[in-house]
């Protein structure tokens, strides 16, 4: 199965580019079967120079350490952590930790309450570049896609392009 790139809008209309293959490593952990557990791990990839499109080039994928269920996602930090920080310094600066992303055993999915939790601790207490962190969530047949923003805590749908 051949995937294409995803691209979403921002609320400031620059974008956000998915990269096919980390596209297609997260829809590899789709929940569509009854016994599948939730995935998930964090986005890796740029800022664009001169403009404020971004781009997901990389993903982490599920870890020995995380914490899966049917309904829950909980990701090992220091493990992700660590590829972060590898993948940081290969990159000499450039490869940036851009935000989460999870799966959902639903259609076209939505954030719980507790991915908004969640996703407000993480702007208030994550170090990362920029004035935003992504969170995407991968359903059974639609990826959905949301902003925090640092300043605020707000978070906003992001809309597909």
């Not at 055993?105 to 170090?127: A, F, G, M």
């Not at 300043?151 to 392009?161: T, Y």
Request: glycine share 8%.
């Amino acid at each position: 199965m051949t995937v294409a790139s995803h691209v979403f809008q921002r609320a400031s209309g620059a974008r956000v580019k998915v990269d096919a293959e980390a596209l297609a490593r997260m829809l590899g952990f789709r929940q569509i079967a009854a016994h599948h557990v939730e995935a998930g791990g964090v986005l890796l990839g740029r800022h664009l120079m001169a403009c404020e499109d971004v781009v997901i080039d990389e993903v982490t994928l599920p870890m020995s350490g995380d914490r899966r269920s049917r309904l829950r996602f909980h990701r090992a930090r220091e493990q992700h952590q660590q590829a972060i920080d590898t993948r940081w310094q290969e990159s000499q600066g450039t490869c940036l930790y851009l935000g989460e992303w999870h799966t959902h055993p639903e259609l076209c999915p939505t954030p719980s309450r507790v991915d908004i939790d969640d996703w407000s601790r993480r702007l208030r207490e994550d170090q990362f570049e920029g004035e935003s962190l992504l969170f995407l969530i991968v359903g059974t047949h639609a990826v959905g896609a949301w902003e925090g923003l640092r300043n605020s805590g707000e978070i906003q749908p992001l809309r597909p392009l």
